[in-house]
């Protein structure tokens, strides 16, 4: 059955004290409105609508890559009068699903429960049962257990407030009578808005069925209202991705202490210690091991890689074997072949590191290719940059580079070339060559020390 899916995105957000959207604000790095948007992509022959208002602006521009249609709601009175204003566009057959974009962990499983109960003369709602259910509406049902009405909390009767099952606000109803019911929507209410629960009432008037589906857990239908709310979420979406990692066959040494901002992809073995971060898509080959306090963002990490603490990946590729760290910075543009090593307190940037080949302490490799097997001297630097414009050193394999050195680039250095401590190389080094590039060492005998005045 094809379906309309509806995500509501046009509230102030007030309690989030913010200059942004509220459904623009970040769980597990990405906006709470385009985590409902991936997720309702996956759903088949859908057709997504988004109702923005304050600051629509904001949430259009985010969203625009899901081609979704944009309805504006600029003086908000509920969420009756959101889907009023998308009903225009509705499909004629078929069916609407409501979604809410500061609801960001509503699963795709649930969603698809809910569609497979879909049909022309049959309502799909989302409910939960909660210990606490205070500012919920109150799901109402009659002696045969069959749903009649949703209540909200402040036009509630006594005996209503102490049901426990509630409503989520997530539903799916056929187009055919949703047009209906929409237009006969009334604001004759405590808050003066029109309640898009108030079909449920028309709906059992009418004789059509209403089933219920029920989420995994609450968070999946928890919205965000505020700042500490966020953090719960955040919170509860990083210990099921933990949870996932473990199952796939990492070993998190604290479950409680990393933070998956995106996608995190490992193979068998993977061991991550403690304060990780990952950012945008990160994939992690088997036996990879993540020392504590890293950070990695956009970056593909080969099998049997050691990635030692503190450091720094950002979209590079790294291939196998390889030992990285600590205290290391791989800049974007850094390739570094099978069994590399980058040491400690070691930056690379647009740095093609050849097979074997190792840079372990103190250096700067910037706009630079690489052959295998050559060894870079602690404190070596590529002057990569002319005040104006970047250019490229090129180093060839089995080249040996002395401590302190500064290669001014554009410069090439051969195949086996050797280039001693402290030199300046300005210009190409042959094949085999010896470049040594310094002033010549003076001693003074009984040269007079400064004293302090």
């Known amino acids: 059955m094809t379906q309309d899916i509806v995500i509501l995105a046009a509230g102030k957000g007030s309690r989030m004290k913010s200059a942004f959207s509220k459904v623009l604000h970040k769980v597990g790095g990405i906006a709470m409105v385009r985590r409902v948007l991936t997720t309702a992509s996956t759903l088949a022959d859908s057709k997504l609508h988004l109702v923005v208002g304050h600051q629509g602006e904001q949430v259009e521009a985010n969203c625009q890559d ?184 990492a070993t998190l040494l604290d479950p409680s202490r990393i933070d998956v901002r995106g996608e995190l992809v490992t193979g068998n073995d993977v061991i991550i210690d403690v304060n990780c971060v990952f950012e945008g898509k990160v994939v992690l080959g088997s036996g990879v091991e993540v020392g504590p306090n890293c950070y990695l963002k956009n970056c593909i990490v080969g099998d049997n890689t050691i990635i030692k603490s503190n450091t720094l990946i950002e979209d590079s590729l790294v291939g196998e074997s390889c030992d990285i760290g600590p205290f290391a910075r791989l800049r974007p543009g850094t390739q570094l072949a099978n069994k590399a090593k980058i040491g400690n307190f070691v930056e690379t940037k647009k740095a093609i590191i050849g097979e074997g080949s190792k840079v372990n302490h103190l250096s700067y490799i910037g706009d630079t290719e690489m052959g295998a097997n050559v060894n870079v001297g602690a404190g070596t630097i590529t002057c990569n940059y002319d005040g104006v414009n970047k250019h490229k050193t090129q180093v060839a394999n089995n080249v040996f580079i002395g401590s302190n050195t500064s290669l001014v680039a554009p410069v090439q250095v051969a195949e086996g070339a050797t280039i001693a401590a402290g030199s300046t190389i300005t210009k190409q080094v042959g094949e085999k060559q010896l470049a040594f590039a310094r002033a010549r060492q003076t001693n003074k005998d009984n040269w007079p020390r400064p004293t302090k005045k």
């Open 66 to 249: 899901f081609s979704a249609n944009i309805v504006w709601q600029n003086d908000p009175q509920g969420t009756g009068d959101a889907l009023r204003r998308v009903a225009p566009f509705l499909q004629a057959d078929g069916a609407t699903l409501t979604l809410y974009g500061d609801v960001p962990l509503i699963r795709a499983y649930t969603l698809e429960k809910m569609t497979a109960l879909s049909n022309a003369n049959t309502l799909v709602l989302l409910t939960i049962s909660l210990d606490n259910p205070t500012g919920y509406g109150r799901i109402v049902r009659n002696e045969q257990g069959k749903v009649t009405a949703i209540v909200e909390q402040k036009d509630a009767l006594e005996s209503q407030l102490a049901i426990k099952e509630v409503n989520t606000g997530i539903l799916l109803a056929p187009n055919a009578r949703l047009q209906g019911w929409l237009a006969a929507l009334t604001n004759n209410n405590a808050q003066g808005e029109y309640y898009l629960t108030d079909v449920i009432a028309m709906a059992a008037r009418d004789g059509v069925d209403i089933v219920t589906v029920n989420p995994e857990n609450e968070a999946e239908v928890a919205g965000v209202n505020d700042r500490v709310q966020l953090a719960a979420l955040e919170r509860e979406l990083q210990s099921q991705q933990a949870i996932s990692l473990m199952q796939n066959g």
